[in-house]
């Protein structure tokens, strides 16, 4: 399934989508009315992200920002830090 988090397994959940119209009553309004109710999705927030399997394979997982967040997915470091020689670190 394509919205779906690899990780988790979260997915889209369904709710309800209110219309009003009107002047809200502390505007001065008579107050607003309900004039629909329409089924709406709530889609996750997915992000491709490269993250190393623990194999250490490298590998595209679609996951939502929860799980990137909360560190169940590491990412690829794509270039190593700099270092210097181990000779020079001595003078």
Same mark, same amino acid.
């Given at each position: 399934?394509?919205?779906v988090?690899e990780?988790?397994?979260?997915g889209?959940?369904?709710?309800n989508?209110v219309?009003?119209?009107?002047?809200?009553k502390?505007?001065?309004?008579? $107050?607003?009315?309900?004039t629909g109710i329409?089924r =709406?999705k &709530? /889609?996750?927030n997915l992000?491709?992200a490269?993250?190393v399997?623990?194999?250490g394979?490298?590998?595209k997982l679609k996951?939502c920002t929860?799980?990137?967040?909360? $560190?169940?997915?590491?990412?690829?470091?794509?270039? =190593?830090? &700099? /270092?210097?020689p181990s000779?020079?670190r001595g003078?």
């Amino acid at each position: 399934m394509a919205n779906v988090c690899e990780i988790c397994g979260k997915g889209h959940s369904m709710g309800n989508k209110v219309t009003l119209r009107g002047k809200a009553k502390y505007l001065g309004g008579v $107050g607003t009315k309900i004039t629909g109710i329409t089924r =709406r999705k &709530f /889609k996750p927030n997915l992000q491709t992200a490269k993250a190393v399997m623990p194999d250490g394979e490298h590998k595209k997982l679609k996951v939502c920002t929860q799980c990137i967040r909360s $560190g169940y997915v590491k990412k690829v470091v794509r270039h =190593r830090p &700099f /270092k210097l020689p181990s000779e020079e670190r001595g003078r």
